[in-house]
């Protein structure tokens, strides 16, 4: 489901890696990298951001033992290693470190919560069928809905609040006539 959001990451890791300076464009931090700072410091420190991105910005370090990281030397074996993208990482702590006094509260521990295996991949067991009490529950509601729409178009055509239905009458006298071919001389 986030698979080309991940790829946008790696995309976006591969630009900040090749930039001359700290920034998207050199030494001086534009737009595009305020906006850019703002997901990845969201992706990074929100208990609620999708954990597959979170791991990707490098949300959840604590959670690998030290072994495993001192393993990974070069990026590819990183992000072999603990899937998480370096660059990423510094550049959301750059910013935060000279440009924001207070500091960000430590990324979450654990999970955001029972939907983060379906964020992940993992697939849920399928639903079982409705039973007869839930479609008839189902279909109540829907009718229920119906006519309460009915009634409240039914109010606002009829109402006379949002609209007035007039009738026109015919002015004989106005420009009506069919004689008026016969007056051009």
Avoid: N
Wanted: aromatic share 10%; proline share 8%; with cysteine.
């Amino acid at each position: 489901a986030y698979q080309g959001a991940v790829e946008v990451l790696s995309a976006v890791a591969d630009r900040l890696r090749a930039s001359p300076g700290r920034f998207f464009f050199g030494d001086r931090p534009s737009s595009l990298d305020a906006l850019l700072f703002g997901h990845l410091a969201f992706y990074r420190h929100s208990p609620v951001a999708a954990p597959v991105l979170r791991d990707k910005v490098g949300g959840l370090v604590q959670r690998w033992p030290a072994a495993k990281l001192l393993a990974c030397t070069s990026i590819q074996r990183d992000m072999a290693c603990v899937g998480r993208l370096p660059v990423l990482a510094s550049y959301v702590d750059g910013i935060l470190e000279d440009f924001f006094a207070t500091a960000m509260p430590p990324p979450p521990m654990d999970d955001a919560g029972s939907w983060s295996d379906a964020a992940q991949g993992a697939s849920s067991a399928p639903k079982p069928p409705p039973t007869v009490e839930d479609v008839r529950m189902w279909r109540g509601s829907q009718y229920w809905l119906a006519g309460a729409a009915a009634a409240v178009g039914g109010y606002v055509l009829l109402g006379g609040h949002y609209f007035s239905i007039t009738t026109l009458e015919d002015d004989e006298g106005e420009g009506m006539d069919d004689d008026d071919d016969d007056d051009v001389q």
